[in-house]
Structures are given as C-alpha cells and as structure tokens.
C-alpha cells in the first residue's frame, strides 16, 4: 500500500515545483557524492511522476540527456522539456540500449524504482531486489565505464548479499539513508562510482 505523507517535503516539493518529494534524497546524494556532471547522459529507471528528471535535466543543462522509463503512462507535464525522453517500459523487458532510442552507454544510471507492495515484507522485499538484480544486469550494457549509478534498495538480507558482491564492479561504493526518507521506510540507497567492468 503506499499512501502520500504531507511532511515538510511534501511542501517544499510543492514550493519548489518538483513533481515529488523524492527529489530530496538524489539531491542529498548528488551533493554529497557528486553523481551528476554537465552534458552527462543518464538513464532514469522507474522515473515517474519524474522529480528526479526534473533535477537530473537541470544538472545535466541543454547538451545533456535524460531518459526515463517507467511502467507507467507517460508523464506529459515533462514532454516539453527539450532534454528529456521518455518510455513506458518496463525495465523486466528491456534488453537493449537501441530499444530505448540510444547507442552511446549512459554516464549515469539512476533507479528509484519500487514495486507494488503488498504488505508482506518477504514478498515486498524479493520483488525489490528482482528490480535491483534487473538493473544491475543491464550496467554493463548500459554504463559507461568510469560511470556513476544511484540505485534504490529496500533492506533485506539478501540484498545486502547480493550488493556485497556487485562492490568489486565499482571503485567506490556507498550504502545513504537520505534525511528526506520517511522514518517508516524500509529504503535506502546504493550508490557506485567509477564503473569497472
Ligand atoms: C518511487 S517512484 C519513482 C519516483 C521518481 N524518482 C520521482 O522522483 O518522481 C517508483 C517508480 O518505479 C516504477 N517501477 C516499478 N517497477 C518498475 C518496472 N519493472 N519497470 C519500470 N518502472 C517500474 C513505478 O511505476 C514508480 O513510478
């Protein structure tokens, strides 16, 4: 079930004009790990309604790129952002970067993506790290070499198994719970610099 908190963020995501909250905790991260350069192409994994497009396309300026898919309709309060294109895909089906109208792999990979939960954490918790596993799966394909990934993880055993192996591909490689997360939140955030394939 997910529901919406009108906390503090809530409103300065209103204030702001961003599209959700969540823009607060890829802000938190950008700034502190510095993901995100000028003219960077990155791809948004699980992008809708799109705050972090909204960030992204602004950090990235006009000669950048941001796509993002998600399974869900295409958002159309961002179709007249120049620098942005976007896909209703799910990513379980996407297998290749022309599929998503590009050759050149992405400086950035970013996923926020959440499955649809149903309240059981061992259900809830499997379907997360299938999405993660997913992502992880597609980097060498779709990540530069040298490139940065933001992914989003809801805590499980077998995640931080899974994640404790993925460490090697990067040279540095961060575990963030942003302030912005609502304290009941299961989420967090695994952040890879300098891929190395
Ligand atoms: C928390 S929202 C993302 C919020 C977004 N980062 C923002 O700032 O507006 C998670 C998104 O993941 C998407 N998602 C979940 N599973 C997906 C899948 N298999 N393929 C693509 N998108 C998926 C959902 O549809 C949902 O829109």
Redesign the pocket.
């Known amino acids: 079930m997910t529901f919406k908190v009108k906390d503090h963020y809530f409103h300065k995501a209103k204030k702001d004009n961003f599209?959700?909250r969540?823009?607060y905790k890829l802000e938190e991260i950008d700034e502190r790990f510095k993901i995100l350069k000028k003219n960077d192409q990155v791809i948004d994994?699980?992008?809708?309604?799109?705050?972090?497009v909204q960030y992204t396309s602004e950090k990235v300026g006009v000669n950048g790129l941001v796509i993002g898919?998600?399974?869900?309709d295409i958002n159309k309060k961002l179709l007249g952002v120049p620098n942005v294109r976007l896909f209703q895909?799910?990513?379980?089906t996407i297998e290749t970067m022309q599929e998503l109208g590009v050759s050149d792999q992405f400086d950035v990979v970013l996923s926020?993506?959440?499955?649809n939960t149903t309240g059981i954490m061992s259900v809830d918790q499997a379907r997360s790290l299938n999405?993660v596993e997913m992502v992880f799966f597609l980097m060498p394909k779709f990540l530069k070499p040298g490139g940065n990934t933001v992914i989003k993880v809801f805590e499980s055993n077998d995640a931080q198994v899974f994640l404790k192996e993925q460490k090697k591909l990067f040279s540095e490689f961060h575990y963030l719970r942003p302030k912005s997360t609502r304290s009941v939140s299961k989420e967090y955030f695994v952040i890879g610099k300098d891929f190395r394939p």
């Open positions: 599209l959700a969540s823009v994994f699980g992008y809708h309604p799109g705050s972090w898919a998600d399974v869900r895909r799910d990513i379980l926020d993506m959440a499955p999405l």
